[in-house]
């Protein structure tokens, strides 16, 4: 049996995210360590991320290790116009950010991003845009005490 491209891309993808997060950790722990131990370090947050990206990454290869197909599918274009408006998008959040400040941007953002992923129903993406938002600044205000961008209205 050939092996589906979709298998094929699982598993590059999920090869290429787990280099990206064995380097991105090989980097995390070259970060110095606070002498206070109850404290959290600045190496405690890339650490973290870098674990969660190579758990992450490990279905993608076990899927694309086991998925086998006789037939050979066809990326739409849609998929390829998808990804340029998603990246997009980031690209006018890192602008917007800075000027309309991490409140205003990110729920905005979330909110586009969470509908562009199919979800239709308005009250599941504005409540999920505005709980994610208000976790990552709590997040950080309070656990981490990062500041986040102000911008303009705050």
Not at 73 to 86: C, K, N, Q, S, Y
Not at 109 to 131: D, F, H, K, N, S
Request: net charge positive.
């Amino acid at each position: 049996m050939a092996e589906s491209a979709g298998g094929r891309r699982d598993l590059g993808l999920g090869l290429a995210l787990s280099l990206l997060a064995i380097g991105y950790a090989w980097l995390a722990f070259r970060l110095p360590v606070r002498a206070l131990k109850e404290v959290v370090g600045p190496d405690f947050f890339p650490k973290l991320l870098a674990g969660l990206l190579v758990l992450l990454a490990l279905p993608l290869v076990v899927r694309g290790l086991s998925r086998r197909s006789d037939r050979v599918e066809t990326e739409p274009i849609d998929h390829w116009a998808r990804a340029g408006l998603v990246i997009a998008l980031m690209l006018v959040y890192v602008w917007a950010l800075p000027r309309l400040g991490f409140l205003l941007a990110t729920p905005i953002y979330l909110g586009v991003m969470i509908r562009l992923a199919g979800t239709r129903r308005w009250p599941a993406i504005v409540g999920a845009a505005l709980a994610i938002t208000a976790l990552i600044f709590l997040s950080f205000a309070t656990l981490f005490a990062v500041p986040l961008p102000r911008g303009l209205l705050f």
